[in-house]
């Protein structure tokens, strides 16, 4: 059993993933390190994709989130979307990305696929502000429901807009 | 004219004697939210033992408590609950703000954080500390039984003067810094409407 997880092995797992991905989409943009797999795709063809990917064996999504690259070095996209899947049955595991930018970020919601999906989508429309089309219930998750901005985007200063401040002050003859 | 008193009894006020009663039966609430809660729950416990000063009974019901103890930071989803915890708490009551983050937000100088509950909500004690040791705590619970001593009333006179009354500093701050959101701002627009001390809850 030693071999079965020496490096060979997981990058020959890994070259399979991609070859069969590849095969199914063309164009598609992917890259290897240390035997993980990351996949790059578009925002059109991610209910296909994913719907396939669930096909191939990967029942669970481990994952869900965001970075805004805005001002970062080298950035062309804004937002970059991170999808982490597993496949129980076989160990393999798989990063896919999915960019979307400025004004009016939306991606298809995957919460039919997987419903852990559900509350991690409600996490990353209440931080970035990234709308799940088609998500059974897009709340905010973390912020209270009146609180209008996305926090973790950069331009949200680190203070915050006058949110922390927005409260009733009680004196000792309010009781 | 003197009056002889027999044995065993003393004249006092009825002031005193209501705060001697008060101060020796702090019944604390324990709003605790973070690491400061866990010394809190130490000096509530055998080694340091509050019960020497008469505080010792814990109740997580504010219908019971006098004296609440906010330990650890407060977030902006939290604050409405502790003011409405405040509100619950029967007269006479007192409030211990307790470690830097309760104080002052401490090290959390971000959107979610509220920056000292002291801009929210009345308090009579901060304990310094990021946490405070309980002897910390215990002092400060010491210095608030003399607090009530040197001022109780039996009607709670002392808790209706002006200077009791006044608007804590941070909004102040916030309407000069803040110019473009206090036109959002409720409490701001409040503040407004309704200057100083006639300014009530919705």
Redesign the interface.
């Known amino acids: 059993m030693a071999e079965a997880h020496s490096k060979d092995t997981v990058d020959s797992r890994a070259d399979d993933a991609i070859e069969s991905l590849a095969a199914r989409f063309p164009g598609l943009e992917s890259s290897t390190y240390r035997g993980q797999v990351r996949v790059v795709i578009g925002a059109g063809v991610a209910l296909e994709f994913f719907t396939h990917l669930k096909q191939l064996g990967f029942n669970q999504l481990i994952d869900v989130t965001c970075v805004d690259y805005l001002e970062y070095r080298g950035a062309t996209r804004r937002y970059g979307l991170v999808y982490l899947l597993t496949a129980t049955g076989t160990g393999r595991r798989l990063t896919v990305r999915l960019f979307v930018d400025d004004p009016e970020p939306a991606v298809p919601s995957i919460s039919g696929l997987w419903r852990s999906a559900n509350w991690l989508e409600r996490e990353v429309w209440d931080m970035f502000g990234i709308r799940f089309i088609g998500h059974p219930d897009l709340r905010r998750l973390l912020m209270p429901e009146e609180f209008l901005a996305h926090p973790l985007r950069k331009d949200y200063p680190l203070q915050g807009r006058g949110e922390r401040h927005n409260f009733p002050v009680l004196t000792r003859e309010d009781g | 004219m003197a009056i002889e008193l027999p044995e065993n009894v003393m004249v006092s006020r009825l002031d005193e004697l209501a705060s001697w009663c008060r101060k020796n039966s702090l019944w604390p609430m324990p709003f605790a939210t973070a690491c400061c809660g866990i010394e809190l729950m130490a000096t509530g416990a055998a080694k340091h033992d509050l019960a020497r000063f008469g505080a010792e009974v814990f109740r997580f019901s504010p219908r019971q408590c006098d004296l609440m103890i906010v330990a650890g930071r407060v977030v902006?989803?939290m604050?409405?609950v502790l003011?409405r915890i405040?509100?619950q708490m029967h007269?006479p009551k007192w409030c211990i703000s307790m470690g830097a983050c309760a104080s002052t937000g401490g090290v959390f100088?971000?959107?979610?954080?509220?920056?000292g509950i002291d801009?929210?909500?009345?308090v009579d004690m901060y304990v310094p500390g990021c946490p405070p040791r309980p002897e910390q705590l215990i002092q400060a619970i010491i210095d608030l039984q003399d607090k009530i001593q040197r001022e109780g009333t039996i009607t709670g006179r002392e808790?209706?003067t002006s200077q009791?009354?006044l608007?804590?500093r941070?909004?102040v701050d916030?309407t000069g810094v803040?110019q473009?959101?206090?036109a959002?701002?409720?409490?701001?627009q409040?503040e407004l409407r309704f200057p100083r001390?006639e300014?009530?809850?919705?």
């Open positions: 902006m989803k604050l409405p003011q405040w509100l007269e100088d971000t959107y979610a954080v509220v920056q801009r929210f909500i009345p808790f209706d009791r009354q608007r804590k941070a909004l916030v803040l473009v959101d206090a959002r701002n409720p409490v701001i409040r001390s300014s009530r809850l919705p």
